[in-house]
């Protein structure tokens, strides 16, 4: 670890990173394409964070190489600030006196415009863009230095003001629903279009800054009993629990047709995500072949439910009787799929999973079983389900199925979490071979784990069938297991929050953020690498490691004396 | 007088390396004895060997009458034979309470799938089970610790946790790999009263593996002197003490210091 302090060299790096960060997205075109998207009024648009985020996570991360090895902070803060807009400012000079656009299609007039904060003529805007960036900077540096008591409130203000940019369709769409408020289009109060306009986002700024500012007043320092779990206080949680079992109910009516359709692929997420959180949360096995199991549940739903395909025996089955067989037999092949790979750890078995859900898709693709599951043509017209009569043919009905779905599949993780089951799967996570010696059998719990999370994987695919009406091998591709198993390490391994939360990020935004799909897999890995640099425990870690986290607080020291 | 355990002519081989050199050990239930010898000698060998950790080459081990060699380890848990380690394997991010359920593994019967729909039968075993664990806290000393993560538990209080958690699923034998090392003269004599109390109290019969000789000559009834794999000594305390090749093996050929007062500890780990 060097112990070197931060001089005016680091600086000039830091600041060329910043500089080439701010170029790299500014040539790829994603500046410009979220430039499209205006936060508050017509003057901040996502475009412009995006361009100054550079500057700005470099000096955040610079205020913490100096505040850790020392260092000149603001000749540093100085450097930064000035050597960063430099490659941008470069970029805007070539661009007028040479055409690149034949090399780099999004070197482009509308891109010079956005650098240049649309100021004319350009020497006056790349000026302009100069003095922002490093302006900007000095206030990121003045941020690190604020005091705690200023700073948190501040952050999490900003959080929220971002989010609300951020998530903005789906307020405007709750506050003008008819439904809740009456007619009064709220949303005309505070949105012109997308964007918050000016007033009313100083005005949300202000308001949420004091709010937070008083509220971390209020909160006693002093270290409080750990014994105590507030959280777990039953009145609350059953408060907690009607709040959003309520909010889940009505959230398809209030967001409308397209939102729920967004809802529907976070809550088969969820459900999958909770599935694979049993079998590497729970039991550290790591799984990258999930979607294997999520492809049985689907297929086994086509077959079944159609007439087209050639289901062996009988004729067709409706929806809820196909659903359990499609679950059980997902069931089945997790457990043939965990034999051969039982005595397997780690990145080998990561790879052999890997493998199997290829096989699974490629199966699925041949023209030897397209007889059966229809080949590259996939299943078509599966039916909706119906229940006592009603037809389930909207986004919003299939969406209540769904989140029943993974209400049960949550219920049963959390009761098998608190069991002995739970407690032999962490303790095979934590120490395989100790586990073993504790009488655990180690082939029985593994097994387990890869049935129970490919059971609810497929119970995930048989409604997903059902809602698609059509399923293609395509559906069945790695990524989908990827995405898996990346939400539920950025939501927190092990935890069912953090399940929730890693599909409403993983999953969710970028239904609501679509107009930025083309860059989906670029802010995606971006996303993955800086959680795994700041907070690699992911949002919401499971218990065990939030405990671990507060491990420094109110551990009473123990002497060691025997007696008692 | 049947042996709880016999180990007859037991030998490991990993390649060329013999570990462990036909060894012949048998215990008696409610004996504590011990196994000690210079590092490498094969002691932590020969455990691994008995739990089925590692399959022997030749020979047989008897446990309760019947032969265990090539068994599973879970099984071997199951039929009674419980360990600790020389470096402490708790699990690390599990608290206390936990690792010691984890320990009753053998001991709860309740059908898995009950843990869903809470039966009965699942709450009134999970009761009872936790019950049992804060007892076996209160009993090692750890009363109140239950929730402390094991990793943020001081040295002292890992080792007994871990023999907390080994003693939970309620064994018959009760290998005690290395248990006081790293102690101070203060805590070494607690945790040898408390050993002995194991088989006092409730039973458990001891094979230890020790280098302290304080504790050694202390408690054990029998002791087994091990070198290059090899049986090199057997008998009671007063046996051992005078017996040149035990002598010879620790301190090298020349010395001539009886091992009652002190403790070849000086080695590296081995």
């Known amino acids: 670890m060097q112990e070197k302090t931060f001089n005016w060299r680091n600086a000039a790096n830091y600041g060329l990173i910043g500089s080439v960060v701010m170029l790299y997205f500014s ?17 901040l648009n996502m475009g412009h964070l995006l361009l100054f985020g550079g500057a700005i996570g470099v000096m955040l991360f610079a205020a913490k190489r100096i505040s850790d090895h020392g260092g000149d902070f603001w000749l540093s803060t100085l450097i930064i600030g000035a050597v960063s807009p430099l490659l941008p ?89 008819p439904l809740i408020f009456r007619g009064f289009r709220l949303a005309g109060l505070f949105f012109t279009g997308k964007s918050l306009d000016l007033i009313p986002a100083v005005v949300l700024f202000v308001g949420f800054f004091g709010l937070f500012y008083w509220r971390g007043g209020r909160e006693p320092k002093a270290a409080v009993e750990p014994k105590t779990r507030p ?39 969820v459900l999958m995500g909770l599935g694979l959180n049993i079998v590497v949360g729970y039991a550290g096995l790591l799984d990258l072949g999930y979607v294997a199991f999520f492809a049985f549940g689907a297929y086994v739903m086509g077959v079944m439910t159609t007439e087209t395909t050639l289901n062996m025996g009988g ?99 959390i009761r098998l979490r608190d069991s002995r089951l739970g407690r032999q799967w962490m303790a095979m996570r934590e120490d395989e071979d100790v586990a073993e010696a504790m009488g655990i059998n180690l082939v029985q719990t593994k097994l387990l784990a890869f049935a129970i999370g490919a059971g609810f994987s497929g119970l995930a695919g048989a409604i997903f069938a059902a809602r698609l009406g059509t399923i293609f091998p395509h559906s069945f591709s790695l990524l989908i297991s990827i995405n898996a198993l990346a939400l539920i390490i950025v939501g927190g391994l092990g935890s069912i929050p953090g399940v929730i939360v890693g599909a409403i990020a993983l999953v969710g935004l970028p239904e609501l953020l679509r107009e930025f799909t083309e860059y989906r897999l670029l802010m995606y890995g971006i996303l993955l690498i800086v959680m795994m640099l700041i907070r690699p425990e992911g949002f919401l870690p499971a218990e065990v490691f939030q405990r671990e986290l507060h491990a420094g607080e109110d551990q009473p020291e123990f002497s060691g004396a025997v007696a008692d | 007088m049947d042996k709880l355990l016999s180990a007859r002519n037991v030998t490991k081989r990993f390649g060329g390396l013999v570990a462990v050199n036909d060894l012949t050990l048998e215990l008696d239930q409610g004996q504590i004895y011990a196994v000690i010898g210079p590092n490498g000698a094969g002691k932590t060998t020969f455990f691994n060997v008995i739990t089925g950790f590692y399959k022997l080459d030749e020979g047989i081990i008897e446990f309760d009458g019947r032969p265990i060699n090539g068994l599973s380890t879970d099984i071997i848990t199951r039929l009674g034979i419980s360990r600790t380690y020389q470096n402490i394997r708790l699990f690390s991010n599990m608290t206390a309470l936990e690792n010691i359920l984890v320990g009753q593994h053998p001991r709860l019967k309740t059908f898995w799938a009950e843990a869903v ?82 088989r006092d109290e409730l039973g458990i019969t001891i094979l230890l593996i020790e280098h302290d000789m304080r504790v050694v000559m202390g408690i054990s009834e029998q002791i087994t002197v091990m070198d290059f794999g090899q049986k090199i000594a057997e008998g009671n305390p007063n046996e051992i003490q005078g017996n040149p090749a035990v002598i010879e093996a620790y301190l090298g050929r020349g010395a001539a210091s009886g091992l009652g007062d002190h ?5 590296s780990a081995g």
């Open chain 1, 27 to 43: 040539m790829i075109g994603m500046v410009e394409v979220f430039s499209t998207r205006d936060l508050i009024g017509d003057f």
């Open chain 1, 231 to 269: 959280h777990l206080d039953p009145r609350r949680r059953w408060i907690q629990l009607g709040l959003i079992v309520i909010g889940l109910a009505v959230a398809p009516w209030i967001l409308g047709l397209f939102l729920s359709q967004a809802l529907f692929e976070v809550g088969r997420f």
């Open chain 1, 89 to 177: 400012i470069l970029l805007v000079i070539m661009s007028l006196n040479f055409n690149m656009r034949p090399i780099f299609i999004n070197v482009s007039p509308p891109l010079n415009e956005l650098i240049t904060l649309g100021l004319e003529p350009t020497a006056v805007g790349l000026v302009a863009f100069f003095f922002v960036t490093l302006i900007l900077v000095a206030l990121t540096a003045a941020f690190t230095r604020l005091p705690g008591r200023i700073r948190t409130p501040l952050t999490t203000t900003i959080v929220y003001m971002l989010s609300i940019g951020i998530f903005s369709e789906l307020i405007i769409q709750v506050l003008n629903n």
């Open chain 2, 117 to 198: 729909w809470k039966s009965k039968r699942f709450q009134e075993e999970e009761a009872e089970a936790h019950e049992e664990a804060n007892r076996l806290l209160s009993f090692v000393g750890l009363r109140g610790q239950g929730d402390t993560l094991a990793r943020n538990m001081p040295y002292g209080a890992q080792r007994r946790l871990e023999i907390a958690r080994a003693i939970a699923s309620n064994p018959k034998l009760l290998l005690l790999d290395e248990p006081t090392a790293g102690m101070n003269p203060n805590e070494t004599a607690e945790m040898t009263d408390f050993i002995r109390n194991l």
């Open chain 1, 315 to 413: 004729g067709v089955v409706n929806f809820w009787l196909a659903l359990p067989i499609a679950v059980g037999i997902s069931v089945v092949f997790g457990v043939l799929l965990g034999f051969p790979v039982l005595r397997l750890r780690g990145d080998y078995l990561a790879i052999v999973t890997l493998g199997f859900g290829e096989i699974i898709r490629l199966l699925a693709l041949s023209d030897w079983l397209a007889p059966l599951v229809g080949g590259a043509q996939g299943i078509l017209k599966i039916p909706n389900p119906v229940f006592f009569g009603i037809d389930f043919n909207s986004p919003q009905l299939m969406y209540y199925l769904m989140v029943i779905g993974a209400l049960i599949v949550g219920f049963v993780s």
């Open chain 2, 263 to 267: 403790s070849p500890e000086s080695e």
